[in-house]
C-alpha cells in the first residue's frame, strides 16, 4: 500500500473514529482524497436536525443492501443545474470511497436545463476529473473519481426522464422550491427533504467562487457523513 494511501487512513482514524474510515473503498485521485478527508474532519458542523435527515438516508441505503438491492437514489432540484448535480457526484464519490456496494446515484429536476458551469467548476477544485463530452446547449460531461474509475453522466433533465429510476428509489429533495413543488414523487419509495443554499444568487460577484465552493464543501461533508453510517 503506498505511504500516502497509509498515512490518510491515519488520519482519518484519528479525527473520525473507528467505525468511518472505509474498509473495501476505491482509490480517489490524489487532490481529491485530500479534500474527502477534511470534509470527514468537519462532521462536527452539521446541525442536529439535518444529521436526522442524512441518518434516514443512511438508513434507507443499508436497508437496500441488507435485502441485497441495489440502494437507487434521486437528487431532485428545480433545474438541475447545481445542488442536485454536486449530490449526485458526491453521493457516487463517497459511495467508492466508504466501500459501499450497490449505489447508484441520479439527479433531475422539476424543470431541465443545463448543469451550470459554475457548479462543474468548483467540482474540479475539488479534484473531480471533469470532462466535457458533448457541447449542446445541455451540455454532457464525464465525472470520475480516478482516471481508472467508472464515469458518471452528468446533463440537466428531468427527475423521471431516463436514465433516472422510475419506481423504487429514494427522492432526496435538494431544494425548497423543488420541496414544495413536489409534495408527492410518483414512484419514490421514500422522500427526504434535504434542501441546499442556492449558490446562484452570487453568480457574477465577487463571491462567486467562494459561495459555490462553500456550497459544495457542505454537500460533501452531509453526503460523505450519510455513507460514513453505513456498514457495507
Not at 429510476?165 to 410518483?186: G, I, R
Amino acid at each position: 500500500m503506498p505511504i500516502y494511501r497509509l498515512t490518510v487512513l491515519a488520519i482519518l482514524a484519528a479525527v473520525v473514529g473507528p467505525g468511518t474510515s472505509p474498509v473495501h473503498s476505491q482509490p480517489l485521485e490524489e487532490r481529491l482524497q485530500r479534500y474527502v478527508v477534511a470534509r470527514i474532519a468537519e462532521f462536527e458542523k452539521i446541525p442536529g436536525e439535518r444529521r436526522q435527515e442524512l441518518q434516514r438516508l443512511a438508513l434507507y441505503v443499508h436497508d437496500r443492501l441488507k435485502a441485497n438491492q441495489a440502494a437507487r437514489l434521486t437528487f431532485i432540484c428545480t433545474h438541475n443545474s447545481r445542488r442536485s448535480q454536486l449530490c449526485q457526484v458526491w453521493a457516487t464519490t463517497a459511495a467508492a470511497y466508504f466501500g459501499v456496494p450497490h449505489v447508484e446515484a441520479f439527479s433531475g429536476g422539476t424543470q431541465a436545463t443545463a448543469f451550470n458551469s459554475r457548479a462543474v467548476a468548483t467540482l474540479r477544485r475539488a479534484g473531480l476529473l471533469v470532462n466535457q463530452v458533448k457541447m449542446s446547449e445541455n451540455p454532457r460531461y464525464d465525472v470520475r473519481y480516478h482516471l481508472d474509475g467508472p464515469g458518471l453522466e452528468c446533463f440537466s433533465k428531468l427527475y423521471f426522464a431516463a436514465p433516472n429510476p422510475k419506481t423504487d428509489f429514494c427522492a432526496v429533495m435538494t431544494c425548497s422550491q423543488a420541496d414544495k413543488m413536489c409534495p408527492l414523487v410518483k414512484g419514490a419509495s421514500l422522500r427526504i427533504s434535504l434542501p441546499f443554499d442556492d449558490p446562484k444568487e452570487f453568480d457574477g460577484t465577487p463571491q462567486e467562487t467562494a459561495r459555490y465552493d462553500e456550497r459544495c464543501q457542505q454537500i460533501a461533508r452531509e453526503i460523505l457523513f450519510v455513507f460514513s453510517k453505513v456498514q457495507p
